[in-house]
């Protein structure tokens, strides 16, 4: 009678430690969302040179994550911020970490000049179509009709507009040096390989990096493991379409 081998899941060197506790809610997908982004940064070897910003939100607890020079931010600046470390140290890679509202509402000023200023950083947002950490109240990428805490009967488009298309509108306004994705924690081998492209855009000199992450949140929308991922990988998708809308120089994920 042989013994199975129990294989521990690996982790990112660039952890902070290998057994770090996980720091959000169960089934969330920030922690898939991050471990893509420490893939890319091990398979890059760029550890030493990465500084990582993160928003206010769900994403704030990420700050202490990888064992690389990190700050946290005011809520919806996290974009001027890293753009600021990057134009006083252009050796360092700059990665803006944020969710949907901190990209999309009260950053979405900084997002788009950013993004048309073509500014040689990464930004990387977690949509999971809803405020997570205030609750669950409707934001810019709720769908139509999905009920949150602040749309009790279902979002309304005629009141408060369609879901915001984050990688689109970024494509529409960047130069054709930038990088432009929209991934899912449903993936997480193509989306690591977005992040780094992404970051090797950044690396190379090219200009603005930009990956959206389909993400989860059962916690505020009050399902189970197998609705919580039927709806990431069947209802989200069909409003936002995963992959690449912009590629310098390369071949697109199919």
Request: proline share 6%; charged share 20%.
């Amino acid at each position: 009678m042989t013994t199975a081998t129990v294989l521990e899941p690996k982790m990112p060197k660039c952890w902070r430690q290998e057994t770090k506790p996980h720091k959000f809610c169960p089934g969330c997908g920030h922690g898939d969302i991050l471990k893509a982004l420490g893939t890319a940064i091990d398979e890059l070897g760029i550890q030493d040179r990465v500084v990582f910003g993160c928003d206010i939100g769900c994403s704030l607890l990420s700050w202490d994550f990888f064992n690389c020079d990190a700050i946290q931010t005011h809520h919806g600046r996290t974009t001027p911020v890293m753009t600021g470390i990057k134009r006083a140290r252009p050796e360092l890679i700059c990665i803006a970490y944020m969710g949907d509202g901190g990209g999309y509402a009260i950053g979405a000023q900084h997002l788009v000049n950013a993004a048309s200023r073509n500014e040689k950083l990464t930004v990387i947002l977690a949509n999971n179509a809803q405020y997570g950490m205030t609750g669950g109240q409707m934001a810019p990428t709720t769908l139509p009709g999905m009920k949150t805490e602040t749309s009790p009967y279902g979002r309304d488009v005629d009141a408060t507009g369609n879901p915001t298309l984050g990688p689109e509108m970024v494509a529409a306004i960047t130069p054709a040096s930038a990088y432009v994705a929209r991934g899912t924690m449903a993936n997480i081998p193509q989306l690591t390989r977005m992040m780094k492209k992404a970051l090797q855009n950044q690396i190379d000199g090219n200009g603005f990096s930009f990956v959206e992450a389909l993400s989860a949140c059962p916690t505020n929308w009050r399902m189970n493991a197998a609705k919580t991922w039927e709806f990431v990988e069947k209802e989200m998708t069909k409003y936002f379409k995963v992959g690449e809308l912009k590629v310098p120089a390369a071949k697109q994920e199919g």
